[in-house]
């Protein structure tokens, strides 16, 4: 069976601070594919990165950059200069890749960036 | 921008009542899910179809739920006999899968939700 835990429920930091959201995985499969998505107050999940368990190349875009760690099975998502925008709940998301349709979410860390 | 439309966004019903909701993928998109959101935790996948066939379903998704994708396009989820643990957002997600001498996944797109509210 797949897991997906993000121990932190909520984290308030002050606008230009940088902020790290950890995600820790379980997984059988040698494959599989990890995710992060945001879900600003409208509702909608936005899709932000996909990466393959053979790819352990860390990812900047632009002040959002990735650390995806298989001896730790961690895939952490770091904001820099984080924005009063950036408040958001952002899930971490596992999936296999014989059942790639098929997401195994965390709980969510809500983010709230103040001025 | 033409992204995953669903319909409506807010839903509130009486216990025991049947609700409907609908779904427009992204155009181009063979793929469509059918995913369900409680308070405090991450989406949990209820179903989903590859063009009008429905090929896996969760065992989340009880006989009071039925879910059709008729033309390959547009989906509905239908509710029957509410209940008030059916109180959820409902959300729908679309994404283009392909096999061919180059296989293709796409990310999953997401809707804005439905929020179902049982009294």
């Known amino acids: 069976a797949q897991k997906v835990t993000q121990a932190q429920t909520e984290i308030s930091v002050v606008e230009k601070e940088d902020v790290t959201l950890d995600c820790v995985y379980e997984?059988?499969?040698?494959?599989?594919?990890l995710f992060w998505y945001k879900q600003p107050p409208s509702g909608e999940l936005v899709f932000l990165i996909r990466?393959?368990?053979?790819?352990?190349q860390n990812e900047i875009s632009g002040r959002y950059s990735w650390n995806f760690q298989k001896s730790t099975s961690s895939f952490n998502f770091t904001i820099t200069a984080s924005q009063v925008v950036d408040s958001a709940v952002y899930f971490c998301?596992?999936?296999?890749?014989?059942?790639?349709?098929?997401?195994?979410f965390g709980k969510g860390t809500m983010l709230l960036v103040s001025p | 921008d033409t992204g995953v439309s669903q319909d409506p966004r807010h839903k509130i019903t009486k216990r025991g009542q049947n609700v409907t909701f609908r779904c427009d993928p992204i155009?181009?998109?063979?793929?469509l899910y059918w995913y369900r959101q409680t308070l405090g935790q991450g989406p949990e996948f209820l179903t989903y179809?590859?063009?009008?066939?429905?090929?896996?379903k969760s065992r989340l998704l009880s006989d009071r739920f039925s879910a059709e994708r008729p033309k390959g396009s547009f989906s509905t989820l239908e509710i029957q006999r509410t209940e008030q643990g059916d109180s959820a957002m409902y959300l729908c997600?679309?994404?283009?899968?392909?096999?061919?001498?180059?296989?293709?996944?796409?990310?999953?797109?997401f809707g804005n939700g439905t929020r179902l509210t049982v009294t």
């Open positions: 990466r393959n368990s053979f790819d352990e």
């Open positions: 997984t059988r499969d040698t494959t599989y594919y």
């Open positions: 179809f590859q063009n009008e066939a429905q090929l896996e």
């Open positions: 155009s181009e998109h063979n793929r």
């Open positions: 998301a596992l999936s296999e890749a014989k059942r790639y349709s098929t997401l195994t």
């Open positions: 997600a679309s994404r283009i899968s392909y096999l061919s001498r180059r296989a293709y996944n796409s990310p999953l797109h």
